[in-house]
Every structure is written in structure tokens, then in C-alpha cells.
């Protein structure tokens, strides 16, 4: 059974720094793509960075790219989040997903993905 926990989350500044980490387990996800989603008030769902589990190639959003890595450390079933230069606009609900395939990373939408964790908050403001 796939499981997905999220945590890191929380209250920074504008500017500040957060890393978001997630616990996976129930699957290998060598054979998975992974990513972080991320919903903010009143809007869609919407892919922020998402990996392969086999190679390590990485898609980013243009709103995140330069700012945010994605990474796997593959000793503890980690997909790390390392979110740099945050702004308000950032802020919202962030969820980790995976979907078998781990080409699917490319695409790195919310409806291709289809077992989630159940997110941690991040909220930028001064």
C-alpha cells in the first residue's frame, strides 16, 4: 500500500527558507515518478517539482524554478523539497505525490498523479 507523509512545513518570512520532506513507503519508487503539488487559496492544485525515481531528472514550474530543488535520498524513501527565496505568493498547501511511471515526472500535473499524502501548510508572510 502506498503511504505518502509529509512534513516541514510552516510559518516563514519572506526571503526565508523551508525544506518539505516525505516518507514513502508501501512501494519502490524506482519505478515511480514523485512530486510536490502545491494548492493555494482559491485556486487549482498545481505542480511545483516533480522527479523521476529511477534517474533523478527533475521538472520545475517556471514560478519555482531557480528557487525550489528537488531531490531523493534513496537510504530512507525520502523526497526532499528545498524551497529558497520564499515569497507570499508561495504560500498554500503542499502535497507530495507519486504515480507509477517514473517518466511521468515531465508532466508533473495534479490529474496524472494519483496517490497523495495528505500535505502540510506553508504559509510567507511578514
Known amino acids: 500500500q502506498v503511504q505518502l507523509v509529509e512534513s516541514g512545513g510552516g510559518l516563514v518570512r519572506p526571503g526565508g527558507s523551508l525544506r518539505l520532506s516525505c516518507a514513502t513507503s508501501?512501494?519502490?519508487?524506482?519505478?515511480?515518478?514523485l512530486g510536490w503539488f502545491r494548492r493555494a487559496p482559491g485556486k487549482e492544485r498545481e505542480g511545483v517539482a516533480c522527479?523521476?525515481?529511477?534517474?533523478?531528472?527533475?521538472y520545475y514550474s517556471d514560478s519555482v524554478a531557480g528557487r525550489f530543488t528537488i531531490s531523493k535520498d534513496n537510504a530512507k524513501n525520502t523526497v526532499l523539497l528545498q524551497m529558497n527565496g520564499l515569497q507570499p505568493e508561495d504560500s498554500g498547501v503542499y502535497y507530495c505525490a507519486t504515480e507509477y511511471g517514473p517518466d511521468w515526472y515531465i508532466k508533473c500535473q495534479a490529474d496524472l498523479f494519483n496517490s497523495w499524502g495528505q500535505g502540510t501548510q506553508v504559509t510567507v508572510s511578514s
Open positions: 508501501g512501494f519502490n519508487y524506482d519505478n515511480y515518478a
Open positions: 522527479i523521476s525515481g529511477w534517474t533523478g531528472r527533475t
